[in-house]
């Protein structure tokens, strides 16, 4: 099992930018994909971009291309999501996940942090 603890989220006008950390720690890092989602209440949790354990494939939702970038640093165990030109309807929970080379779903997720796009 991984343990995920997300920071960096906060509030910023459209237009700015944010960098989301997740620092995991358990089994060794490269063993995991890594995803970022988000959830407004009321709704379903989104997928917004996923990265394979050594980082050679990067995946991302139409409607965050172009503007968000998902790293991670294997030395520091962290995975990391740049988010750059934001806008109001990127307002959201945050969650980073972790699946596992031998699953097919994210199985493990940190507790969230809150990102608020004031337009």
């Known amino acids: 099992q991984v343990q995920l603890v997300e920071s960096g989220g906060g509030l910023v006008h459209a237009g700015g930018s944010l960098r989301l950390s997740c620092a995991a720690s358990?089994?060794?890092?490269?063993?995991?994909?890594m995803g970022w989602f988000r959830q407004n209440p009321g709704k379903e949790r989104e997928f917004v971009a996923s990265?394979?354990?050594?980082?050679?494939?990067?995946n991302y939702a139409d409607s965050v291309k172009g503007r968000f970038t998902i790293s991670r640093n294997g030395a520091a165990n962290t995975v990391y999501l740049q988010m750059k030109d934001l806008k109001p309807e990127d307002t959201a929970v945050y969650y980073c996940?972790?699946?596992?080379?031998?699953?097919?779903?994210?199985?493990?997720w940190g507790q969230g942090t809150q990102v608020t796009v004031s337009s």
């Open positions: 358990g089994r060794p890092f490269t063993y995991y994909a």
């Open positions: 990265i394979t354990g050594y980082g050679t494939d990067k």
């Open positions: 996940a972790a699946r596992s080379i031998d699953t097919a779903t994210f199985g493990s």
